[in-house]
């Protein structure tokens, strides 16, 4: 299995995503951190899983094989024993506490114990709704609350799946965001192993159906600083003499993430991720992208550099109206883009293809731009600070005088658009950057457009009463997501509280 060194900094923060490639042995990576516990700091632990079978396959193939080769839990786990009330395949008691497997989707499961130390394998695939009663990520954190931080430790293991909407990326986001450094052994330098320096000969005496003129075998792992070749020996060597960098402050949360590289399996020598690779490309030449989409989550994942951000200052409520009432100066529609931007919460690709019919039983039903989620935001909704309901931004909207099928669109004709044409999304942004320069909001980080959503949700929480995270759909779109996939019709609610 993984060297657990790599996964074990000793933190003690809630909740610590670990963010992987998928063969990098994800399911031991997060459960090893409350593997350790039976033999170092016994206590009532719980491990969720998406489906049971996820579960059986765990504890079969890893779990049970993983505490026999290691006597300090073997000792305290009788994993092979007779089968009996205190040893089941999904419950294992032993000295002052006990590890249990749950699966997302039973919500007597996820309800009933207390445990101080829970891991969530897979979170983008964890059930978002037991039965109606809420996510069950959120439950099971629930359930954790009652023990004291120092105590308690929630730990998130898993790949990422669609990029900007995964629950483990976005668990990873607001981490310290923790990187593995590996020292080359020539140079000395550090630095995260990356698909990029995966490197092989092509000389084979005749081309290979699939890998061509490529010799697998040659695969070396080039270091970006002195160029020397590693084997799958020096790089194992390498890998257990790297360190983790934290590339964020530090919150509470700790966040890691590893990709294949590091794997020390023999699945994941360099031969074999280069064959892989290589049979990825020719289904791609083939029209058949999924083992490249599989790969480009994979080792390739490691590529994704960090990110340099501006960090963008807030939009107040009080720079707000500065450029709502500078905006006529720039279009005639930017008001109205602004006011439903503001009261809805939503984004820009929303707002552009908001039509006028989206509207039944009270709610406004939208599908979002990104993700293709439906929600329903009940008209009555209210901003108290703007005096206005999200019904009164949309009959506003709606008598420019102009006939289009969109809430927001051009009311005076341009060269590019006729009247009550939809407006671009980018045009949003321009056009509200000239308002805002108009109201003498200038400089690098200056708000943008898009921050209106985090001053939707700050309006929304002073106020009280209004869902908020079904809103934004900021923690919830991997989720929402994957519930728009499996049951299709029903759009996710948003709530408010009568008042
Ligand atoms: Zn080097």
Redesign the pocket.
Known sequence: MLDRRLLLPASRAAPVPLRSSRSCRRTTCSASGSLSRPGRDPCPMIIMFAKEKSAKKFNLEKFEPMVEVTPRLSAKLPVHAGRDKNNLWDHKTFARGFLKFITSNAPDDVKSTPAPVVAVEEPDDANQNVREQGDSITLLEERNKSYSDSRRKVIFGGTPTIDGFSRIAQAYESSDQRRYLVP?P??G?EHELAWDNVTWSENAEAPHEVFGLATPASARYA?P??G?LWDDTARFRAVRRGRWVATAAFHGVAGFRLNELVSPFPGSRLAELVKKRLVAEKALRAGDDTKMRSFVNNPADATDKAKVTVKRRRLTFEEFQAIYEKAPQVALWLQNAMLLALVSGQDRSTIARWERSFQQDGHAVLTRGKTGVRIAIPLELRMDVLGMSLADVIARCRSTGIVSKYLVHHIRPNVNAPKGAAIKIKTFTSKFKEARDLAGITGDDAPTFHEMRSLTKRLYMEQGGVDTKALLGHMTDAIADLYANSRGLEPLKVKISKR
């Open positions: 080359c020539d140079c330098e270091c600083f002195c020397s």
